[in-house]
């Protein structure tokens, strides 16, 4: 989500039925997490057929519209910045064990 968000201003997360709950957990995330702001949540029902009664039935749907946050570009370079620190510092590791290794 985070890459598509560096690409576009806007993202638009939809959902129906069991899925909405996933949907807004992942809204929140990038909201409590400085990445998004939210623009619009709209709900409405979609009428469906049951597969299994062959009726129509209603569910629930959702939409949000999340737009990038104002340190969403700080907020990246520092989470990038951290992750290539993290990087080198396994790599040193493993340099130091094999270098343990071969002097043994």
Known sequence: ???YMQQ???VELSALGMAITTVVT????????G???EKKVL???VGMKDENKGRMIQKAKIEIVLAK???FDMLMTANNTKA???TAE???????KKEQESAN
Do not use: C
């Open 69 to 71: 946050s104002e340190k």
């Open 43 to 45: 709900t409405s029902s």
């Open 90 to 96: 396994v790599a040193a590791v493993d340099n130091e």
């Open 1 to 3: 989500m985070q890459r």
């Open 26 to 33: 992942i809204a929140e995330i990038l909201k409590n997490n």
């Open 35 to 37: 990445l998004a702001t």
């Open 8 to 10: 576009h201003e806007e």
């Open 84 to 86: 290539s620190a993290n």
